[in-house]
């Protein structure tokens, strides 16, 4: 059974960083192929997508939101992705989600992922 677990949330002040991880589990030996993917959902607002990459070919993905201070990163090997968030804003406080799928990215939502994490909560402070 796949499952994807997230860790490295926590709660920092305006413009610190934190580093996100999510291990896959009983996925094929590589995880190569599938899209990856980091959402996050804040208080009263849905969840949204603002990171992809293809383990394919390895293309990325940003939201503009985030664009020039996250990074999404993976080791093939520990099938694990990680999210590198630097310059953090209040605004970027939400609960975080990996989830992932095989295939490409080209225009998934969030309902064509087939397997979650159960979320690592992230809160910057002013």
């Known amino acids: 059974r796949q499952q994807l677990v997230e860790s490295g949330g926590g709660s920092v002040q305006s413009g610190g960083s934190l580093r996100l991880s999510c291990v896959g589990s009983?996925?094929?030996?590589?995880?190569?192929?599938?899209?990856v993917a980091w959402f996050r959902q804040a208080p009263g607002k849905e969840r949204e997508k603002f990171a992809t990459l293809y383990t394919g070919n390895s293309q990325i993905y940003y939201d503009d939101s985030v664009k020039g201070r996250f990074t999404i990163s993976h080791i093939y090997a520990k099938r694990t992705l990680f999210l590198q968030m630097n310059s953090l804003k209040p605004e970027d406080t939400a609960m975080y989600y990996c989830a992932a799928r095989y295939g490409d990215c080209q225009g998934l939502t969030e309902s064509d992922f087939d397997y979650w994490g159960q979320g690592t909560q992230v809160t910057v402070s002013s």
């Open positions: 009983g996925f094929d030996v590589t995880w190569n192929g599938y899209c």
